[in-house]
């Protein structure tokens, strides 16, 4: 996720609208910087890693002249934070500057095209193929909106980007797949960015643009064009009538709110991995004695979630385990036949950092999955993945639960065709249901949000949850229950189901409110009988099941149903959204603020 901000103005600088405009897209991405202008026919461009103000001042980008160009605040996908891989990119003859918020898939293919063809690369970022490949297309007399158009029709995966070129200095190419780009009309002139905010102190006309739709503006107006055949779409602006405040978190009350309603875009990105560093994994994986999964809260229940999915689709024993319990408990065992893979959204979490430390002391292979490309879990790490979930600002963490079980079920299925667990046909019908994760997820937010908000107000008086699953299921009770706990403060126990009946069932009395969550699955006849247990000494049972299961619905007080054909093996990723929902509006209704709860922060870098 990285925030981009374009515009060509009638009077005044539009260097200074531009960094203005990022500052408000820093919540999108703050590990590097870069603006590029046109002035006199010429391209200026500068850039570097840090955050906005340093490098706005150590460059002094506000003294840059010109009434057209663009910024970008980069959160790295694709390559370290670094002056090279900062944005803008520019082509071989330095004509075309570009700005990107994605993820290219095929990007290595188009490189090794491209350098066939004598172009030559200085980042290691998968965006810096486009300018190139925009430069090549030019030189077949097509001018630059059909140069342009030829290469996005090239590109898989997502993408919005803006273009600027000498060949057309007034001038403003921007287009949009699966990254948000919103294009905005004042007086003064014509506007893009990610999103509103960017933009609403100097416009509220605004359109959305969509899918496989490219603008251009110019200081007469826009025009929107499809990118498939270039093709005029009728595109009338609408007003906005939110605050600023509002507009920053996109109308959302809260940014733990915007950040649930973010997932599906965030588990699209997940799905879009780098296939040489998800083969790399896995082959470590594969050579280890002893797996080690390690991380703390939210990452943790991650982990725990992946050991069942390590062991039912690659057959592979994976040990979760709490980083600050990791080295008591196996740092005399963990050694040269071990790996551990270190799971941290920020890549910084002091106790996960000590455990792989202690690991790497004694030679074993340290694997990472992070957010935060850069961070010392990237450094330290013999490899790693990036979640790629974008900055999460909310305390209470959501994106990076989903987006790290996205990625570590594609591991675990990597394992499994690497080394021949599934047949073919499991191995395809896994991976149609992964790419369904993102829409299975907004089917259930869009479905029961509604829904879900009654029943916090239904519930809003309980004094004590139970949060209960089988298998899988487990780690997601444990989620839920972790956002519940984290944001209205509510006791809660959470527990495998099965387990229940050794100890957490003397709470039950009349009215305790247990939520099972109940996929279907190998799990689901047992988890009917822990139902009927907790209802048979008055628990109010609610219940995330899937829809029709009319088993399960008579048995409960209260039921969220869950879109059909979800694997149970996948089941954490959209199950545990109702949770961070119910968590959430509890928390509303309590009058608290979701985004700070008391005595958390972020990123625990203290032991
Ligand atoms: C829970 C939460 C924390 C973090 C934990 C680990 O909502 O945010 O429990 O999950 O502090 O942080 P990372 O993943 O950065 O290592």
Redesign the pocket.
Known sequence: MCGIFGCVIKDGQAVRLITDGLKRLEYRGYDSIGVATIVDGGLHVRKDKGKLEEVVEGLRINEMEGTIGMGHTRWATHGAPSRVNAHPHIDGSGNIALIHNGVIENYMELKDELIEKGHIFVSRTDTEVIPHLIEEELTSDIGMKGAILRVLRRLKGSYAVVVLSTHEPDRVYCARHESPLVIGVSDNGAFCASDVPAMLPYTNQVSYLRNGEMAVLTLDGYEVVKVIDGSLVERNLEEITWSLEMAEKQGYTHFMLKEIYEQPESLRDGLRLQEQYLNLLTQFLDRGKDVFLT??????HSCLAASYIFSKLSRLTTIPVVSSEFIERYGSTVGIDSVVLA???????YD?LKAIDHARMRAATVLGI??TVGSTLTRVSRAYLIQQSGPEIG????K?FTSQVIVLSQMALRLAKQKGKLSQDELDEFEEKLTLIPSWVEDTIQSNSGYIEALAEKYQDDKLFLFLGRGISAATALEGR??LL?ITYVPSLAYPAGESKHGPISVIEDGVACIFICPRGDTHPNIIGSIMEMKARGARIISICEEGDEEVKRLSDDFIEMPRGIPEELSPVPYVVPLQLLAYHLAVLKELDPDMPRN?????TVP
């Open positions: 991380a703390a809260g939210t990452s943790y799971v941290s959204q920020s890549g910084e979490t996960t992070t957010n305390v209470a963490a959501t990076t972790l956002k984290e958390l922060a972020k990123s625990v």
